[in-house]
């Protein structure tokens, strides 16, 4: 069989094209690296909505982070009258924080965004998801400022509001229905928490609360070292003293309540916090210590009148009906409950767990 030299020509280009566009599907080196889509401009920042960050994909009620928004989740977490809660970063390309120490927030660089949403699921009457306020904490060159966005009815964006206010949710949780008058904070009430030696900080993300893994989208992996690998973070040491998830029974329960006053307390109870002028000193680094505790301290103040009862120790051993902090932390009295921001209602579980632990505790005071 014969064939003419345009037919095989043919086939030869043919064959040459094919096999050039099926090799262009395949990544080179000299491929671009893949850039984030969010938008930062340090002189425009606070936006006016959520959206105009360009944080989520649409719609983006999902929450669903585009590229370079890394969630994290903190070992111990801030309770917050039960809501929900997302977390993520964002850096700018070619900056990374730098660790300090196990207890101490990274040093993010400026550009650094830290964006926490806040949400209930099973919310009545439809058992649907409702997000009430997204905070991002915005690293500028001068500082931390805060920017507060509350979620719009429609789902739709969430819009910048540091005045505050109340949103009314009811929701089932175990078969339970509850109801909360949840409180979004104004621009003081985020300065009361997030502040040392009146210098605005994060509170979560500190070595010491990141030491734990996490289900990304491409895999399991240490939180501290995907930061690394993505490039947000430079080095860290391979020992870090950690905190433990105080919902898991299976720890110990001096660490379980030791990491919960860490999260929940320490960043008022400390020397440039704002309750920095009474005794107890709530860090994890501190509290192996019985005083910084609390343990057979005589409180500052006495709440007797308030509370039917007359607790004489902060904490005493093996009595927590005689323990202040027990009575702190079951009220929502505004004037003597702790923490003092950032919750309407008793946190049953917290109060459980350290009226057991404080029951557990010998020794008498003196």
């Given at each position: 069989?014969?064939?003419?030299?345009?037919?095989?020509?043919?086939?030869?280009?043919?064959?040459?094209?094919?096999?050039?566009?099926?090799?262009?599907?395949?990544?080179?080196?000299?491929?671009?690296?893949?850039?984030?889509?969010?938008?930062?401009?340090?002189?425009?920042?606070?936006?006016?909505?959520?959206?105009?960050?360009?944080?989520?994909?649409?719609?983006?009620?999902?929450?669903?982070?585009?590229?370079?928004?890394?969630?994290?989740?903190?070992?111990?977490?801030?309770?917050?009258?039960?809501?929900?809660?997302?977390?993520?970063?964002?850096?700018?390309?070619?900056?990374?924080?730098?660790?300090?120490?196990?207890?101490?927030?990274?040093?993010?660089?400026?550009?650094?965004?830290?964006?926490?949403?806040?949400?209930?699921?099973?919310?009545?009457?439809?058992?649907?998801?409702?997000?009430?306020?997204?905070?991002?904490?915005?690293?500028?060159?001068?500082?931390?400022?805060?920017?507060?966005?509350?979620?719009?009815?429609?789902?739709?964006?969430?819009?910048?509001?540091?005045?505050?206010?109340?949103?009314?949710?009811?929701?089932?949780?175990?078969?339970?229905?509850?109801?909360?008058?949840?409180?979004?904070?104004?621009?003081?009430?985020?300065?009361?928490?997030?502040?040392?030696?009146?210098?605005?900080?994060?509170?979560?993300?500190?070595?010491?609360?990141?030491?734990?893994?996490?289900?990304?989208?491409?895999?399991?992996?240490?939180?501290?070292?995907?930061?690394?690998?993505?490039?947000?973070?430079?080095?860290?040491?391979?020992?870090?003293?950690?905190?433990?998830?105080?919902?898991?029974?299976?720890?110990?329960?001096?660490?379980?309540?030791?990491?919960?006053?860490?999260?929940?307390?320490?960043?008022?109870?400390?020397?440039?916090?704002?309750?920095?002028?009474?005794?107890?000193?709530?860090?994890?680094?501190?509290?192996?210590?019985?005083?910084?505790?609390?343990?057979?301290?005589?409180?500052?103040?006495?709440?007797?009148?308030?509370?039917?009862?007359?607790?004489?120790?902060?904490?005493?051993?093996?009595?927590?009906?005689?323990?202040?902090?027990?009575?702190?932390?079951?009220?929502?009295?505004?004037?003597?409950?702790?923490?003092?921001?950032?919750?309407?209602?008793?946190?049953?579980?917290?109060?459980?767990?350290?009226?057991?632990?404080i029951d557990s505790l010998e020794g008498n005071c003196e």
């Amino acid at each position: 069989m014969k064939f003419s030299y345009g037919l095989i020509c043919f086939v030869f280009l043919t064959a040459f094209i094919s096999c050039s566009s099926d090799n262009d599907n395949f990544p080179t080196d000299d491929e671009p690296d893949e850039i984030s889509p969010v938008i930062f401009n340090a002189d425009e920042v606070p936006y006016a909505r959520l959206s105009d960050y360009h944080f989520f994909k649409t719609p983006i009620a999902g929450l669903e982070p585009v590229y370079g928004v890394v969630p994290y989740e903190p070992v111990s977490t801030l309770f917050s009258d039960y809501a929900k809660k997302k977390r993520f970063v964002w850096m700018p390309e070619g900056v990374s924080a730098n660790y300090l120490s196990d207890n101490e927030v990274l040093d993010f660089p400026a550009g650094t965004m830290l964006i926490k949403n806040f949400y209930y699921e099973n919310v009545l009457p439809g058992n649907t998801t409702k997000l009430l306020e997204t905070r991002v904490m915005i690293k500028k060159a001068d500082g931390w400022v805060f920017a507060n966005y509350i979620w719009n009815e429609q789902q739709t964006d969430a819009f910048y509001d540091m005045e505050g206010g109340f949103i009314p949710v009811t929701w089932n949780q175990d078969g339970e229905t509850r109801e909360v008058n949840y409180q979004v904070p104004n621009g003081a009430e985020c300065f009361t928490c997030h502040n040392e030696g009146e210098i605005p900080l994060p509170i979560g993300p500190k070595p010491q609360n990141l030491n734990k893994n996490y289900p990304y989208a491409t895999g399991t992996q240490n939180q501290l070292e995907k930061l690394k690998d993505f490039g947000y973070l430079n080095s860290y040491p391979g020992n870090i003293l950690t905190l433990v998830d105080y919902h898991d029974t299976s720890q110990p329960l001096d660490l379980r309540v030791r990491s919960y006053l860490d999260i929940n307390c320490a960043h008022c109870h400390s020397d440039n916090g704002f309750c920095n002028y009474r005794a107890p000193r709530f860090a994890f680094n501190q509290t192996s210590d019985p005083e910084h505790l609390g343990i057979c301290i005589v409180p500052d103040e006495d709440i007797s009148n308030q509370v039917d009862a007359h607790p004489a120790h902060i904490i005493k051993p093996g009595h927590h009906d005689e323990s202040e902090i027990f009575y702190r932390l079951n009220t929502t009295q505004a004037n003597i409950r702790m923490p003092s921001r950032g919750r309407s209602v008793v946190h049953e579980e917290g109060v459980q767990m350290i009226s057991e632990w404080i029951d557990s505790l010998e020794g008498n005071c003196e």
